[in-house]
C-alpha cells in the first residue's frame, strides 16, 4: 500500500495525469448491499450504483489509484475491499488527504494547481466562487443537487467531455457518484487528471469543518 502523500503533489505539479478515487466505509457499505444509505444520508445505493461501484473497484488502469479503508477504524470493510481487488499496485488509503494530512492538503493543494485548469463538479450546496478565493483556476463548474446524485449520473457522463482538455483536472465532489465518474472519465480521457474530491474542500465551499479536517490539530 502506498502510505506517504507525495506522490499526489507529485504527480499535480508534473502534470502526470492521474485518477484518484477513494472507497471508504460508506462506499464500501454500497458494494457490500444494495439499499445502504451513505454520503451522510444522501444518497440510497440501488442495484445500478451497486453494480458501478463494484465495477470500479475492480478496474485496472496505469495510473488508477484506489484509496480503501483504514484497517483499523474499519477492518470489515478494509477485508472486503481486499478480497475484491486482490492484488494491485496502486492501492493507498481513502483518507490519505484528511485527517492528520489534511492541513498539508489544504496548503498544499492551490500551490501544485497554480497552473492547472480545474473542472469543478460538486452538489448545489457548495460555492465554487469560494475555490477561486482559495486560489485554484476554475474554469468550469457543473452543479447537480447534493441528495441523490445518481440519478445525475448520465447527464454528467455525457456533458462533461465537452470540457475536459489535455491535463485539465476534474475534481468532482458528489458522493459516490464521483467514484463511477472519475472512473469512467479516466477509461476515455487518460491525458486528463481525475480526483475524487469528497468532502475534502468543503471548509471552503460549504463552510462547514468536519472531524475529517480536525484530525491534524490533535496531532500537533
Not at 502506498?2 to 466505509?25: A, Q, S
Request: overall charge neutral; glycine content about 6%.
Amino acid at each position: 500500500m502506498i502510505k506517504e502523500l507525495d506522490w499526489f503533489f507529485e504527480n499535480l505539479k508534473n502534470k502526470k495525469n492521474f485518477c484518484y478515487v477513494r472507497f471508504n466505509d460508506g462506499e464500501m457499505m454500497g458494494i457490500e448491499s444494495i439499499g445502504s444509505v451513505v454520503a451522510r444520508g444522501d444518497q440510497v445505493v440501488d442495484a445500478s450504483l451497486n453494480k458501478a461501484l463494484t465495477e470500479a473497484i475492480k478496474h485496472r488502469q496505469e495510473n488508477y489509484y484506489i484509496g480503501v479503508p483504514c484497517s483499523l477504524c474499519y477492518p470489515k470493510h478494509r477485508k472486503l475491499s481486499e478480497e475484491i481487488i486482490g492484488e494491485y499496485d496502486l492501492i493507498t488509503s481513502a483518507v490519505l488527504l484528511t485527517n492528520r494530512n489534511w492541513k498539508e492538503f489544504h496548503d498544499r493543494f492551490p500551490v501544485v494547481m497554480k497552473k492547472r485548469e480545474l473542472i469543478w463538479v460538486g452538489g448545489r450546496d457548495q460555492d465554487p466562487e469560494k475555490l477561486k478565493e482559495y486560489g485554484l483556476n476554475v474554469v468550469n463548474t457543473i452543479r447537480v443537487h447534493n441528495r441523490e446524485s445518481w440519478k445525475y449520473y448520465d447527464r454528467l457522463e455525457e456533458m462533461l467531455p465537452q470540457f475536459i482538455k489535455k491535463d485539465t483536472v476534474v475534481g468532482i465532489s458528489l458522493g459516490p457518484t464521483a467514484r463511477v465518474l472519475c472512473r469512467k472519465l479516466f477509461e476515455k480521457y487518460p491525458d486528463a487528471t481525475f480526483l475524487d474530491m469528497g468532502s475534502l474542500l468543503d471548509p471552503i465551499t460549504r463552510g462547514v469543518y468536519l472531524s475529517p479536517h480536525k484530525g491534524w490539530e490533535e496531532t500537533g
